[in-house]
Every structure is written in C-alpha cells, then in structure tokens.
C-alpha cells in the first residue's frame, strides 16, 4: 500500500520484514533489531534521534520510508478526563478513531482496525459509512503510539473493538498484536490483548489453529437467530449454535471466549432474552 507516497511504510513491519529491507538497502542484519524497539518500544518516528543507526540508515530512512502513518486531528475528552477519543487522519485524507478509557489503575484503549465497516449491524455508527479499506499494520500500531504518547497513565488493556471488524483485516491486525505483545515492542502481555468479532467463523477457526494466545470476544447481542439475524446480518452466514460451538470447543481455563451483548432497549433486553 502506498498511502499516496512513493515511499516504503517502514511502520508495521515485524522483525523478519525490517531484516528483509534492512538487507535490501545492503545494512547488516543486526540493525533490524534497532530499527524494531526504536519504532516501538521507544515510539520513536525521527531518524536523527535513533543514536545508536548508522549514518547511511539513517539516511535511507528519511529518504525512502514512512515512519508515521497518521496525524491527530481531533482529541474529544470527558468532564474528568477519564475517557479520550482520539480522530486520527490518514495519509489519504480518511479519518479514524481510537478511544482511551482509564479506571483506577486500568487504562484501556480501543483501537480501529478498518476505514469504514461492512457488516452492516443495526447498533453500530461506523455501519452507516459502509467499507472503505482496511488499515495497514503501521496505521493500526501508530493508533497506540499516539495515545502512549498523549495520556500519561500507562497503557494496561488493547482491544481491538473500534471501527471496522478485526477479523476481516485478519493478518494486519494480529501482527500489530504481535508488536504489541512482544518485550522488545510495546511489552503487553497477551491476556491483555483482546479482538473483537462480529462471528467471522473461518477467522476464529484459524485464530486458534495457529495457536493464538490473545483473548477473544465475540460479539453475540441476541439470544435467538431470528433477533440477531435482524440486528447483525452476519448471523444469515453463521448462526448462534456456530459461535457456542467454536468457543465451547476451543475454551479452556487459559482460554476463555468472552460474550459480548449489548442491550438495546426493547429489541433484546427481555426477560425471555
């Protein structure tokens, strides 16, 4: 993708990809290394202030590459500034949010994961706007970047429940997971780690073939088919007894499914519900 610049997005790339560039612009491997805990432990985006890169790195950073893939254009906060949505704008003049939410030592952040969504549920604002692309890995990591830069309690919690549906921006999305999990990037534990699915089944299906450790939450809001068909069209494709199926067949006392359910008045919070 090249968000209107002829330039290489640097930011998102894991450890394998920054030592595949690193070794196409003919630097020694090691500098990878560097180049993946300034862009994410450090949250570093100028090359100058990266002391310990070569001359000759630093140089084709500046001249080849994107180091930040959004801007902030908006931040909204509550009375106590407890809650603080972020509006963020692409490369290519698209917005996006990402919401920081602190409770007592809990700090929480909601991160978008597409421009837009598609599955059309009924409760959802971001439905109205339809699909416009998915975010690439450096647009997602530089969500979290931001707010570790502008809120100074530390970040405990990510889940991936902002605008768009994770698992259709499946591979993106768990390696941003990855940079965030891993010592060397942001250093979250994977139970601090949560996605969000509206109930894409082969996703969730290959979530746990590959062995992913992060939480998983499947947002579920009705208690029939007949109700959730109506509010998440998706339901039409897979069915209630589908999602039960897959979390009580995967979960485990290391590996809890979380059931999401929104209450809308007069739609799903009956006592029959």
Not at 101 to 126: K, P
Not at 171 to 187: C, S, T
Not at 203 to 232: V, W
Request: charged content about 25%.
């Amino acid at each position: 993708m090249s968000l209107i610049s002829d330039k290489f997005i640097l930011k998102g790339k894991d450890l394998l990809g920054l030592q595949e560039w690193c070794e196409k612009k003919g630097h020694h491997k090691f500098r990878a290394q560097q180049l993946f805990e300034w862009m994410y432990s450090h949250g570093e985006c100028n090359p100058h202030a990266m002391s310990n890169l070569s001359k000759d790195l630093i140089n084709d950073l500046i001249s080849d590459c994107i180091l930040k893939t959004i801007e902030i254009e908006k931040v909204s906060s509550s009375k106590n500034d407890s809650t603080n949505k972020f509006l963020f704008k692409t490369m290519d003049n698209h917005f996006i949010e990402t919401v920081s939410m602190i409770e007592d030592a809990r700090h929480t952040v909601c991160i978008s994961s597409q421009i837009g969504c598609n599955l059309d549920c009924d409760f959802c604002a971001t439905a109205s706007m339809g699909i416009i692309r998915n975010l690439c890995t450096g647009e997602i990591v530089d969500q979290l970047g931001f707010i570790r830069e502008k809120i100074e309690k530390p970040i405990t919690n990510i889940v991936f429940m902002g605008m768009g549906e994770p698992f259709l921006n499946y591979e993106r999305v768990l390696k941003a997971a990855d940079i965030f999990h891993d010592p060397k990037g942001y250093g979250l534990g994977s139970h601090r780690i949560t996605i969000s699915t509206a109930g894409i089944l082969p996703k969730i299906n290959r979530f746990y073939q590959e062995g992913r450790k992060y939480k998983l939450a499947i947002s579920l809001n009705a208690s029939n088919d007949e109700m959730r068909s109506k509010i998440m069209p998706i339901n039409k494709k897979w069915l209630i007894s589908d999602l039960v199926a897959i979390g009580r067949k995967h979960a485990h006392r290391k590996r809890k499914v979380i059931f999401e359910y929104v209450l809308l008045a007069g739609v799903n919070d009956s006592i029959e519900n």
